[in-house]
């Protein structure tokens, strides 16, 4: 049977489900990386590139960002570093790291859908924002997002 | 405004499907390597960064978002020397799915495993990671290796 649109709040699908044209609204996880140790600002890396970014390609939302990370050593004292992603430039969504020192040490967060967006053109960031000369290393982060179309 | 919630066995569209919540149930792809030549036991890496289990700390991996289900794993390797050897997909301190893979002195060799949603599952905050085993000192050598952890998220 083919029927029409028909928009409904919730849809449950007990089994397969076959999108035969484009599926709008699915989840896509960027992938960073850093080695370290660094004790400033630092972008993280896309594969092997630093300072560089993921273009989404499509409009969407930001919905969460997980890190793995060693906190090596403690520098000024102060608000505590954040891991932020960043999108085309502005901080959008932010996760707070802690001052004690250790090794894979995880942080993550997510928010709503809608939050934070971005069209198919901006480049999305993940930054680690360390201005007290923290030393971190061992960075492994993923930034996740909801693409519209 | 919707309709209220709808349960079916089955869903097919034709055209476009737009959701304007979030999909549960879609498919993620986490990619490892590990480029150098090992005959030991060797956990890959995640963009640069080696992942790790030091008996139990410093786990390092994907920090997942979501809980899910493991689904699949893949691996593309070059095989210098001949020797049993797995593929071992791990959660937290857990090895929660190993695989032999075949031994066979090649390049660019390729192999998939898949298994049923719900075998294997992970919640918010857990780590996943994978790593690959020379089945304690087979004598097997590879490198090049490019591995995939397919997860569903609930």
Known sequence: MVGGKETISELVCEGDQDTQGERKGTIAFLYYSHLGPVTSNTFLKSCEVINNTWAPG??????????????????TPGTAPTFTVRVSGSSV????????????????????????TFTSSQDIECVLLNSLGHTYAKM?????????? | MGNGKKTYKEVITTGDYENQGIINGSTQELQYQ??????????????????????????????????????????????????????IVWVNNSAVWSTALTDNVATGVTEE?????????????????????D??????????????????ID
């Open chain 1, 58 to 75: 499509k409009t969407g939302s930001v919905i969460g960002i997980a890190v793995v990370y060693d906190l090596q050593a403690v520098g």
């Open chain 1, 140 to 149: 492994i982060a993923i930034v996740a997002v909801l693409l519209d179309g």
């Open chain 2, 113 to 133: 495993f898949t298994q049923a949603r719900g075998a294997d599952t992970f919640s918010a905050g857990d780590i996943i990671y994978i790593a690959h085993s």
């Open chain 2, 34 to 87: 590990w480029v150098d030549s090992t005959a030991g036991y060797v956990y890959m890496k995640c963009g640069e960064v080696q992942s790790s289990n030091n008996h139990g700390t410093d786990i390092r991996g994907y920090l997942m978002l979501y809980s899910g289900s493991i689904v699949s794993k893949s691996i593309c390797y070059d095989q210098t020397i001949a020797g049993s050897h797995s593929l």
């Open chain 2, 135 to 152: 089945d304690a000192g087979s004598g097997n050598t590879v490198d090049q290796m490019f591995a995939k952890v397919e997860i569903i």
């Open chain 1, 93 to 116: 969504l932010s996760v707070s790291t802690d001052t004690t020192i250790a090794n894979a040490k995880k942080a993550r967060t997510t928010q709503a859908r809608g939050t934070d």
